[in-house]
């Protein structure tokens, strides 16, 4: 039995420690995992880059069973053991959304409402270890489970979850298959999480980004995606247009950082019943929106986030198929010392050339 154990705490803004935390003793209900490896995710960066109370982020976790509760066992269908990736939330299991299989809305598991999440957590909620920048991680009786196969290498279990959200936007809201041309605005590790899993379902796939992405644009040609654009050297709707031979696009996502001008490419860029997938957050509002064009082409326009238990399973079994060269994507992986630099790095500031940064406790 461990009785402590070593984490990266986000103590302050811009500022990890390493400190030792309690173990808890697991109960019939509960259990302990013990991380393997932890993907940083766009929302650790912005965690690190506030001022918050005390937490161990990390929600992209894969890790081995270290003990688990007789009970505990049976609900979540694993042993002491088995490989698993985690889900960050942490649902309630009761409510509406609960109870028609949209854990990922439940309150309980959202930090707006004081609820918990892996990640996301402070120190002072009991047993502290909700995050897995850490060489164990708390199993808490509603987390959520998927199993990985032992074959899959490490840094590629590590992208489960940004590629989950790539199904769940791509392919079963955006209904992305065999004969749909599909573009994606953004070549981070999201874009091309979800370029992955549109090319997985048979569509054609075309990643856009600018001068300072064309190594992720070359990377995104490696991985097999079908085209890639620099739209700082070549005019977008003319490139669109002779690849799809004047069709244009069915599904067109923005998961650009910042600007409003993707929003504005995406809806030019579309065929009529097109659908335009907005994942990334603005912080800013819209001026000069030409409605008229999205009733003309009768788009639909779909805000996501997040991914369901569908998605995580099939992101899993597209990682397990060995169809993508996805070690490719994994830029850096850091020893749980160095998480700090991890977070740095992949905000931008750290190492050169981010794009799947991870975090092994026991490198
Ligand atoms: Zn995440
Ligand atoms: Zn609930």
Redesign the pocket.
């Known amino acids: 039995m461990v009785e402590k154990c070593l984490a990266a705490v986000a103590v302050d803004k811009n500022k990890t420690a390493l400190m030792e935390v309690q173990v808890p003793m697991v109960s019939e209900n509960d259990g302990l995992l013990k991380v393997e490896i932890v993907g940083v995710c766009g929302t650790d960066v912005s965690y690190y880059n506030k001022e918050i109370e005390p937490k161990i982020l990390g929600h992209h976790v894969v890790g081995y069973i270290e003990e688990v509760g007789e009970i505990a066992s049976k609900n979540w269908g694993v042993m002491k053991g088995d490989r698993v990736v985690m889900e960050e939330y942490i649902?309630?299991?009761?409510?509406?959304?609960?109870?028609t299989g949209e854990?990922r809305?439940?309150?309980?598991?959202d930090p707006k409402y004081q609820g918990i999440r892996y990640g996301a957590t402070p120190l002072t909620e009991s047993p502290s270890l909700y995050g897995g920048f850490s060489q164990y991680m708390y199993l808490h009786p509603n987390a959520v489970f998927h199993k990985m196969p032992k074959h899959v290498p490490a840094v590629e279990a590590a992208i489960t979850l940004p590629l989950a959200n790539g199904f769940e936007w791509m392919c079963i809201e955006g209904e992305a298959d065999p004969g749909k041309v599909v573009l994606i605005q953004g070549p981070g590790q999201q874009g091309l999480a979800c370029a992955i899993a549109a090319k997985y379902a048979g569509a054609e796939v075309i990643v856009t980004g600018r001068n300072t992405s064309s190594h992720r644009l070359e990377l995104a040609k490696q991985i097999g995606i079908d085209h890639i654009i620099n739209i700082q050297t070549t005019d977008l709707y003319e490139a669109v247009h002779e690849i799809t031979k004047g069709k244009m696009v069915d599904i067109i996502l923005d998961v650009t950082s910042g600007g409003l001008e993707p929003i504005k490419s995406a809806i030019k860029v579309a065929r009529k019943n097109a659908k335009v997938i907005l994942g990334a957050f603005k912080y800013q509002t819209l001026s000069e929106f030409d409605i008229d064009e999205i009733i003309q082409k009768t788009l639909k326009i779909i805000g996501v986030r997040g991914h369901s238990y569908k998605s995580v399973s099939m992101a899993r079994d597209c990682i397990a198929s060995n169809k993508f060269p996805l070690s490719l994507l994994n830029s850096h992986n850091y020893p749980l010392e160095k998480t700090d630099l991890a977070l740095k790095t992949a905000g931008g500031i750290g190492d050169p050339r981010p794009l799947l940064v991870t975090v092994s406790p026991w490198l």
């Open positions: 649902p309630c299991g009761q409510c509406e959304f609960c109870r854990y809305a439940c309150l309980a598991t």
